[in-house]
Structures are given as C-alpha cells and as structure tokens.
C-alpha cells in the first residue's frame, strides 16, 4: 500500500487555481523528493497531506486513512518553512510540551534532541537560536513519537552544509527503518539523496521518476541541468507518453 495517494486533486485560492487535478503517489517506506522552482505549488501540496488547506476537488489518503482524519495527528509528522515552536521556551520545553500534545514517551525527549544534533543546545531558550537551529527544533517536534509519515517543507534551508548533509543522513536512516519521507526543496542538488521525485510546475505534476530515470530521459548527468530541461519543457512530451 502507498503511504500517499492523491486523485485529481484540485486547489483554488481568491478564484485562481494553483493546483491542477494533480495524481501522484509516495511508496511506503520511500524517501521522495517534491521539486520545483517557487511558486509551483510545493507548499499548497503539502499542507493538503496534512489536512490543513481547503480543496475544490479530489481524493487524498494517507496511511489508507482520508487526510484530515484525527486517527493520523500521532502517525504524521510535519514541518512547515517557518520554526514552528514557542521562542520563549527552552528546546526541552518546548519538546516536552509537543510530546505531551501527542502523547509521546517522555524518552524521545532525548532521542530527537540528539538525531538533530541540538543537544548542546537543549537547555537554551528557543529565541536565542539562530535561524538554523530553531528549525532544528521543529525538526525535532515532528520526530516525537516516532511518526509513520514525515512531511517536510524544505527543512535544509538555510542550514550550512555539513549541517545539511547531516540531516539527509538521518533522514535516510528513518527511511531505512520503514518512515515514509516526503521532503520539498527548490535546490535541485538536493534530489541526488531521494529515491524518487516528484517535480512541480505551474501546479502540476511534470514529471515523476527516480534521478536515474530523469538523467537518462533527458541526456543529461547534472541534476540541476536535467531538472532545466524539464522545466522548460525539453522533455516534458516524452515523459508524458
């Protein structure tokens, strides 16, 4: 079964449509890979997975379960663009309240704290972090209670590079160990680390392949330089048919 399926979904906003009966689907235990340059829809996407924006049309499950069902809150994890945590509060704290809210051992305090690299950091109040921690703080809240389905709005931004490669090793190790991982990004360097990917234009699915299957259709090795010829439509007629 697929942790995500979506059909013909459709998004309208102030009477413009930003997503076009899009169908696309994320295998279990995967980590896939949502690109596309702003704007595209990535985000509006997203928040449909995790049931917090309205649809016009369509049909979207996640774990078997129609988006928006309480019975998913605990089974998926999500992190928006923006830190999505208390900046008076203290790391722990703020952990502490999240898994509270779940239900979540008090034990996977301490575990995300470390899988993100924040314990030096776990006393400090939130607010005295940079940019690049605080958002290590919301990586960490969606972490609690060992979630099924991680849905991640560009999490690397922003971040340094060894800090990045560091996450993208810890989220192919929860992908190894069974959790589906959805992850957007508009740095197209970034999709060498996913299994499969989903690309974005204009609110609709151009494309969805693994890297290797995009290098070989479009005859070029570069992922950055692959990803151009899809956008401006090089290919897009061939991997369509």
Not at 98 to 105: D, L
Request: with cysteine; glycine share 10%.
């Amino acid at each position: 079964m697929d942790a995500v399926v979506v059909s013909g979904l459709r998004v309208v906003r102030s009477g413009r449509e930003v997503l076009h009966s899009i169908d696309a689907t994320v295998a279990t235990g995967s980590l896939t890979g949502l690109l596309g340059p702003s704007g595209s829809g990535k985000t509006t996407l997203l928040r449909c997975l995790v049931g917090v924006q309205i649809t016009a049309a369509g049909r979207v499950e996640v774990l078997g379960i129609p988006v928006g069902d309480p019975a998913l809150r605990a089974r998926v994890g999500y992190v928006t663009q923006s830190p999505s945590v208390y900046p008076d509060l203290t790391v722990t704290e703020n952990l502490r309240y999240f898994a509270a809210i779940i239900g979540a051992p008090a034990a996977d305090v301490a575990r995300v704290v470390s899988d993100v690299g924040l314990t030096p950091h776990k006393g400090s109040v939130v607010g005295t972090l940079s940019g690049g921690e605080r958002a290590r703080v919301s990586l960490a809240t969606a972490l609690m209670g060992r979630p099924e389905l991680l849905v991640l709005d560009e999490p690397t931004v922003g971040l340094d590079p060894v800090l990045r490669r560091d996450l993208w090793q810890l989220f192919a190790e929860l992908a190894s160990g069974g959790v589906t991982l959805l992850i957007s990004s508009h740095v197209m360097d970034e999709a060498q680390h996913c299994e499969r990917l989903l690309l974005l234009r204009e609110g609709s699915v151009l494309a969805a392949g693994t890297p290797d299957e995009f290098r070989r259709r479009t005859g070029a090795d570069d992922l950055e330089e692959v990803f151009l010829r899809l956008i401006e439509g090089t290919t897009a007629s061939e991997l369509s048919s």
